[in-house]
């Protein structure tokens, strides 16, 4: 049944990164599927890109475009920075476990069941987001729709988010001068 094959997807994604995983993961769910499963395929290949990955281009789709920095925050931790009416607890980006490929289909295909929506202008009309067509989910389970960006601004964004977000320790002065591009009030809570 395609409804278990996000279950299993999602157990997947909640061992990678706990904080993007569902709260909606059913208590049945099965053990994550192997490897070779289409449905751990991410929903835009790298392939897909047709110019090499532009971080700072990344870094505009994240503010703006696809709003990531709504729930995100503007240095990815999910709390500082972001909109208090944002839809939902986001993924703390700079402690992800996220593969390239895995970051793509999360932005690609959102997290089904949770705030994290999807990007993909095609996501859930055909199979390409966890083996899923919006008609495999129920009320209240639909995968939430998202600014809709190309394959070239995803990979963008995760190129930002790869390059400037992932891995960083506390956040510093310098660090929240050079997102801001100038001196602001909210750089002087830092180091």
Avoid at 68 to 78: K, Y
Avoid at 88 to 103: C, F, K, V, Y
Wanted: hydrophobic share 40%; aromatic share 6%; with cysteine.
């Amino acid at each position: 049944m395609m409804f278990n094959r996000f279950f299993r997807t999602a157990a997947a994604v909640a061992l990678l990164a706990p904080g993007l995983a569902s709260a909606a993961i059913a208590d049945n769910a099965t053990p994550a599927a192997s490897a070779g499963d289409p449905t751990q395929s991410p929903a835009i290949e790298l392939a897909a890109a047709t110019q090499p990955p532009n971080v700072a281009r990344g870094k505009i789709v994240f503010q703006t475009t696809a709003n990531c920095v709504n729930c995100h925050g503007w240095p990815g931790d999910g709390i500082t920075g972001k909109n208090p009416r944002s839809p939902g607890i986001a993924a703390n980006l700079r402690e992800t476990q996220l593969d390239t490929n895995s970051m793509i289909q999360v932005v690609s295909c959102g997290i089904p069941g949770s705030a994290m929506p999807y990007h993909d202008a095609l996501a859930y009309k055909d199979k390409r987001c966890y083996g899923t067509t919006m008609a495999d989910y129920t009320t209240g389970m639909p995968p939430q729709r998202g600014n809709v960006i190309g394959a070239q601004d995803i990979i963008n964004v995760v190129a930002y988010v790869q390059q400037k977000i992932k891995g960083r320790g506390p956040i510093t002065k310098a660090e929240c001068l050079e997102y801001f591009g100038k001196p602001v009030a909210a750089c002087n809570d830092y180091q």
